[in-house]
């Protein structure tokens, strides 16, 4: 009988929310949790948001948005949403009359912001209507930073309370009129303040969740507010689809979330380097070496566990324990495959051995191109 794999463990089980489709990609219930990122090109350069699309597919982004704030910009949506190879989302603010050119354009899905939207919940009936019609999800999403003047002051400011009260308001809204289609962000600069509206927002209702810090700054500090913000929530099984919001690339973005989950066994871990930080215990170069490994291996996705360490106190358990590793001292490198020590090789031949054994487990795994030569290189 074929052996079956078990399943990783997982901090909390996910929570139960409706499924909804954002094209071809399920959102919520039983769906694994998905990587968004948004283009930061004009959308009316086509070819650089197309280029810029493919970018992020490659770097594992499962949704895309872009934004439209001109009739140009919701001109070139139907070419977008026709040639992008994963589904696109028009971001919509301000105009109502672009949430219906993006529905028309073919987009699979519309995000509305609620708190700027002129008349917004004066052409829900309509929106409802046109997105169902077409088979389009919508995201309703509340802003910290643009949520309703009347809510602002109720609350004094963009509590957790007056965001959770702005989207069970608009979730309403729609369920009046039998849409349900929707999933909902309730986002906020301050990691504590957006983890607690998503905690209370959770309790409401079973919609699937959107998680995002907004404007969580450049690459290092955003990475970290929203590691810490993902990594609460989702421990508690809550979020269905993520976007790390960073100043930076946005191919960045996708590989921050695409680790983020990775690391919480949400999504099937691929490369992973375990490298030790140093001390006054290494005898080589450890920074050097494990930038060297993890730039040579970079491009690799086969399951591989690759420990870089320093010294002999923790070296050699974390290089056995590895699928591949080395212990270093003394000017060289005991090289462990799968537990047992294959070789040792002078400090200098640490780098391209690694790669090289590296490269014969992924045509063992499989992962060879056409040709029957490896993926990986060194580069």
């Not at 949403?81 to 301000?94: L, Y």
Request: contains cysteine; charged residues 25%.
């Amino acid at each position: 009988m074929p052996t079956v794999k078990e399943a990783p463990p997982v901090v909390a089980p996910r929570r139960t929310t409706r499924k909804i489709r954002v094209g071809s990609v399920d959102v919520g219930g039983d769906a694994p949790v998905s990587v968004q990122s948004m283009t930061t090109t004009k959308t009316t350069d086509i070819n650089a948001t197309l280029q810029q699309i493919a970018e992020l597919t490659a770097s594992g982004c499962d949704i895309v948005r872009v934004a439209v704030p001109s009739a140009d910009d919701a001109e070139a949506l139907p070419i977008i949403a026709k040639k992008s190879q994963i589904p696109v989302i028009a971001d919509i603010h301000f105009q109502p009359k672009y949430v219906f050119a993006a529905i028309d354009a073919g987009c699979a899905a519309v995000r509305v912001n609620p708190g700027n939207i002129r008349k917004f919940d004066d052409q829900v009936k309509q929106i409802a209507k046109a997105a169902s019609d077409a088979g389009v999800s919508l995201r309703i999403g509340v802003n910290a930073g643009s949520l309703d003047p009347r809510l602002l002051e109720k609350h004094g400011k963009a509590t957790a309370e007056a965001m959770v009260e702005s989207a069970v308001w608009e979730a309403s809204l729609f369920e009046e009129h039998d849409f349900h289609d929707f999933k909902i962000s309730v986002k906020h600069h301050d990691p504590v303040v957006m983890v607690q509206a998503y905690q209370l927002l959770s309790e409401r209702g079973d919609w699937p969740l959107h998680l995002g810090v907004t404007e969580a700054g450049p690459a290092f500090q955003g990475t970290v507010k929203s590691a810490t913000a993902f990594g609460a929530l989702l421990s508690q099984g809550i979020g269905d689809t993520i976007r790390v919001s960073l100043s930076a690339p946005p191919v960045e973005e996708v590989k921050v979330g695409n680790q983020i989950l990775e690391s919480l066994n949400l999504r099937p871990r691929k490369l992973e380097i375990v490298s030790c930080p140093s001390c006054g215990r290494a005898q080589v170069d450890v920074y050097e070496l494990a930038d060297s490994v993890t730039a040579g291996l970079e491009g690799m996705s086969v399951p591989l566990r690759v420990a870089v360490m320093g010294c002999v106190v923790n070296g050699p358990g974390e290089a056995r324990e590895a699928d591949l590793g080395v212990a270093s001292g003394n000017g060289k490198g005991q090289i462990f495959v799968k537990g047992e020590v294959v070789r040792t090789v002078p400090e200098d031949q640490i780098v391209e051995t690694l790669i090289a054994e590296a490269n014969r487990i992924a045509e063992e795994m499989g992962e060879a191109d056409a040709d029957g030569s490896p993926v990986v290189t060194v580069r």
